[in-house]
């Protein structure tokens, strides 16, 4: 391609071409320093996988704003501060999402599993299998904070 030209569908690959869906990403920790994973509930895309919960920004809102509104009605929890952590573009079949990764230490209430999701405080290595493929750059994350060498997950 020349200087200065356009690039067309032919020279962009389809994921350069689809727009990012910005998606809020609750990273829970616990004061063990655990982790909570929840599984995706049946009837969604990668049913069964395991994930860090959130969810699709809504019109006008902010992450912090989509964040709480998603673990309320996934979880059933109210949470305290949000620490935006890192952020990550990832292509799936179906979508190519911007997943904005927020550490959070405070909630309050009981969780529920509103979706009919399993949940699961980890450490690493992950002991849950599947794990959604957007969930593998947070352990690395997670591997690279803590010192951890090795896998970051048991099965894959």
């Known amino acids: 391609m020349s200087a200065g030209a356009q690039p067309t569908p ?3 690959d389809a994921a350069t071409l689809r727009r990012p869906v910005d998606v809020a990403v609750g990273v829970l920790i616990n004061a063990d320093g655990e982790f ?24 006008g809102e902010s992450v912090e704003e989509a964040l709480r509104r998603e673990l309320f009605e ?4 109210e949470i305290g501060a949000v620490h935006p952590w890192q952020v990550e573009i990832v292509d799936y079949e179906h979508a190519r999402v911007r997943l904005h990764f927020c550490k959070v230490f405070e909630w309050t209430g009981a969780f529920q599993m509103r979706e009919r999701q399993a949940m ?7 002991r849950v299998a599947p794990v959604l493929p957007g969930t593998l750059p947070v352990l690395a994350w997670f591997a690279a904070e803590r010192g951890f060498s090795g896998a970051t997950t048991l099965q894959q």
């Open 36 to 59: 909570l994973l929840t599984s995706r509930p049946a009837g969604k895309v990668y049913a069964g996988y395991w994930e860090f919960p959130g969810g699709k920004l809504e019109a």
């Open 10 to 12: 032919a020279t962009v």
């Open 74 to 77: 996934e979880l059933g929890i």
């Open 120 to 126: 699961a405080w980890q450490r690493l290595p992950v």
